[in-house]
């Protein structure tokens, strides 16, 4: 890796969390996908942002996908295609109420 | 002698010229040293080798050729630096009735939307109904730019006019039908203990059905989602902040910092924003180190912007074992993505190239993939 991307993914993680601490910062429908074992992004980011959002509950959802490791779109596809395609609807329906 | 001993005394303490070992080991690490100097400052300001070059270690695997590169009109030229950034489109296309909605889908860090590993995605995404346009960032896959350039303003400029240039056509934008089906090439899987569940796809669903059902009013606006990869979910995750920002009023334009904040975005054209999907998303580096070495670190990134990090220094890169479940999995992601593309990631000083090379002389009867360009193109513009 160069020295610019490592210090861009610190710029990166500090503009990520400067987003969700506002507390408003995050409020719109979200989903995601994540393996609780990926050692390259650690779950816990995911869990995070989760927590913080102020999203709707019903709006936010947090997929645990054991076993697909960092590669998930590749590793699992058909799994997370369908998991987009179910939260799409409600966030469609979201969109469509402002 | 004399005039050197006479130098030698202007130059150096008296107690060296009293001890000419001495002297002559200091001239020696002195000499050494200003060699030393000229020849880093040669390095540095002489002529660079040419990036992307082949190694020799991928002889013998297959490589497509120049004529398979993407086609000039697959490429929009970005704002902020004016490189050519590429992009495609898949799936259903959004003037079609009974599509469900537009996803903004996006790699990760050293990845690119032409691996084999996004096919299957794009083809289940399509099959459910939905429009996707992917782009590569900046210095990833075809686009242009430094290899592996991370920079979050500059990528969300980018994004931010991709998005625009989608949006504001999306009434004249047509796919050309069937073409990822087409062109992708499904994992064969020689071992009949992988489960369909985990293996990527094979073929196409069989889906369609469901679709048609979910007709949408071609009267009403098409919801938008964006998603995206480790760091492509980081991004276009202060990228929806941003949008999300801008139409409610809230939160405090963060991502906009370095991009092109001082454009506003089109609030009516962003209005069907239907919200984010984060895949592995990157928040936070793993193991942060402490905050000096992060400053010393940070201070060496200003003055060597595109030097690699020693291994010493970053440790051992990121094991495919992390990646991908099993052997036969990372041999055929190995030899099916087309890092071998110029421009794609193998080439020069990719973080890749080396696992892959090791992977693919592990397995030198893998099959490789006859580059037949999964690009969905847009058949009338």
Known sequence: M????????????????????????????????????????????SQLLFDR?????????????????????????????????????GAAAWASSY | ???????????????L?????????????????????????????????????????????????????????????????????YYELHGVAPSEPHCRGLIFLNSG???????????????????????????????????????????????LADYEQFVDLILASLDTLTLTPGAVAAASSSYSSSSSSSSSSSSPRKGTSGSGAGVRRRRRRSSKPLPWFVC??????????????????DILGRGGGVAGKGGSEKEPLLQSRYAPFGGWVGVATFFEPPAPPPAPILAVMKGVAALFPRHLIPKIVSGASIADECVWPDAERIAWHMTHDLWGVPGGLGWGKSVRSESQSQSCSAVPSARTMPHNSTNHFLANR
């Open chain 2, 109 to 155: 860090y050293s990845s690119h939307t032409m691996r084999p590993t996004y096919v299957p995605l794009l083809q289940a995404l399509g099959d459910a109904g939905f429009a996707v346009a992917t782009h590569d960032w900046s210095g990833h896959g075809y686009s242009e730019g430094l290899r592996c350039g991370v920079n979050a303003g500059l990528m």
């Open chain 1, 2 to 45: 160069r020295w610019s991307s490592a210090a861009a993914f610190f710029d990166l993680s500090d503009r990520l969390k400067a987003a969700t601490d506002s507390g408003f910062g995050v409020g719109f429908p979200m989903l995601l996908c994540h393996d609780p074992a990926d050692q390259v992004t650690p779950f816990a980011g």
């Open chain 2, 228 to 245: 995206g990869q480790s760091m492509g979910g980081g991004l276009t995750l202060l990228f929806a902040q941003r949008v999300w920002a």
């Open chain 2, 1 to 15: 002698m004399a005039s050197l001993g006479s130098l030698t005394t202007m130059m150096f303490p008296a107690v």
């Open chain 2, 17 to 85: 010229a009293e001890s000419p070992l001495l002297l002559v080991a200091t001239t020696v690490a002195t000499t050494a040293f200003v060699a030393f100097l000229i020849a880093w400052l040669g390095h540095r300001l002489g002529p660079r080798p040419q990036e992307p070059q082949i190694p020799a270690r991928f002889a013998g695997v297959e490589i497509p050729t120049w004529s398979n590169r993407p086609r000039p009109r697959d490429f929009f030229v970005s704002r902020s630096r004016g490189e050519r950034i």
């Open chain 1, 53 to 89: 959002a102020r999203t709707d509950p019903a709006q936010k959802v947090l997929v645990r996908l054991d076993g697909g490791l960092h590669d998930l779109i590749g590793n699992e596809s058909e799994a997370v295609a369908k998991h987009i395609s179910n939260w799409a609807d």
